[in-house]
């Protein structure tokens, strides 16, 4: 009839069976952003850096482009550059190692990079005269000015 034996350690079992996707995703959940800092300090404090960045930087827009003031100081005395590519960024090097650690973390996406370059893409090559102009020696200028002339013709009434 009732086994107790086999009864009591089957519905242990079970309920740990069913419980699996609680007690063995504990703890686990997404684990945070994390950033990679620089050594050395920021403009303001770590602390307010986290939570204020954001309107820091709309400050500093604002001072750069409507006040024309360049220069920022913070709290402690200490003068920094305004600027998010000759400020932030010349700290923070690695857009995505830094700001888009904490962003996809945050799923925010500030549009700032439509317009502003971050540093690392910054890497294009200097454009070099091509292979013929090089072995006779032609200055690239002589092109151009060969182009703007051949323009003047066709544009002559
Ligand atoms: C529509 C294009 C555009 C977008 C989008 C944009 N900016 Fe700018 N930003 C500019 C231009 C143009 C300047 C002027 C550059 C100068 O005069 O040196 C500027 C200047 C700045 C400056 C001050 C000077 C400097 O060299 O950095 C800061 C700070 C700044 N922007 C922050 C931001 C932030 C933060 C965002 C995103 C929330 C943002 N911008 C989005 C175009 C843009
Ligand atoms: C002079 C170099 C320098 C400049 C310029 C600079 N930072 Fe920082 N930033 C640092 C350092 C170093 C830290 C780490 C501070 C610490 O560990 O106490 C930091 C920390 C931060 C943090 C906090 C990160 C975290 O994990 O909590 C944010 C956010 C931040 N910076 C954003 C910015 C923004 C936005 C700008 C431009 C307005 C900027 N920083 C300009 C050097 C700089
Ligand atoms: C420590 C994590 C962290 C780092 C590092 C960080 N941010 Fe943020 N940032 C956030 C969070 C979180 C938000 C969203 C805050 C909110 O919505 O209130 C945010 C929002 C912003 C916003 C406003 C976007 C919006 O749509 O409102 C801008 C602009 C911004 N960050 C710029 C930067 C730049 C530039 C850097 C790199 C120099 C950077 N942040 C680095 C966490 C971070």
């Given at each position: 009839m009732y086994n107790r034996d086999k009864v009591i350690p089957g519905i242990i079992i079970f309920v740990l069976f069913v419980a699996f996707p609680i007690w063995w995703g504990h703890g686990k959940s997404v684990p945070p952003p994390n950033p990679e800092l620089p050594k050395g300090k920021c403009v303001e404090s770590k602390e307010y850096m986290r939570s204020q960045h954001m309107q820091l930087l709309n400050v500093w827009r604002n001072k750069a482009?409507?006040?024309?003031?360049r220069i920022y100081v913070s709290s402690d005395g200490s003068r920094h550059w305004i600027g998010l590519q000759n400020g932030c960024m010349k700290c923070h090097h690695d857009k995505s190692k830094f700001c888009d650690r904490c962003h996809t973390y945050a799923a925010v996406q500030p549009y700032c990079w439509n317009c502003h370059i971050p540093p690392e893409m910054k890497k294009f090559k200097t454009p070099q005269p091509s292979f013929l102009l090089r072995l006779f020696k032609i200055p690239p200028k002589l092109k151009a000015v060969q182009a703007s002339s051949e323009e003047a013709e066709h544009g002559e009434p």
């Open positions: 482009i409507r006040e024309g003031m």
